[in-house]
Nanobody, 130 residues
Framework: QVHLVESGGGSVQVGESLRLSCEVS????????LAWFLQVPGKWRSFLAA????????YYPGSVRGRFTISKDNVQNTIYLQIDSLKPEDTAVYYC???????????????????????WGQGTQVTVSS
């Protein structure tokens, strides 16, 4: 099983940027898809971005453009989420997740949700204030 540990959250001001990290460990995850979600209290987790571990292909839902950028470092076994121009509505717990059944074709269909992911980190809180 893959183990995921997020870090980098905190309290920031509107307009600032933040980079979240997710360290990945455990069994071989070469064929995995890895993703970031956010969750606000009382709501479902929302998909933000995904990346294939081997090729580094990136995927974003149609509703998310521009301010969120996913990347990875294979040496550090870490994925990142860069969030720019933070807004108060970005206040949430951010989770990284791993999918053992990654498929480029499926990921391109913009249908990803939390049910597609097998392993989850504990989350990191981001609070944006004005």
């Amino acid at each position: 099983q893959v183990h995921l540990v997020e870090s980098g959250g905190g309290s920031v001001q509107v307009g600032e940027s933040l980079r979240l990290s997710c360290e990945v460990s455990g069994q071989t995850f070469d064929d995995y898809g890895l993703a970031w979600f956010l969750q606000v209290p009382g709501k479902w987790r929302s998909f933000l971005a995904a990346i294939s571990w081997n090729e580094g292909r990136t995927y974003y839902p149609g509703s998310v453009r521009g301010r969120f950028t996913i990347s990875k470092d294979n040496v550090q076994n870490t994925i990142y989420l860069q969030i720019d121009s933070l807004k108060p509505e970005d206040t949430a717990v951010y989770y990284c997740a791993a999918d053992a059944d990654y498929s480029d074709g499926y990921y391109r269909e913009d249908l990803l949700d939390d049910g597609d992911f097998d392993s989850w980190g504990q989350g990191t809180q981001v609070t944006v204030s004005s």
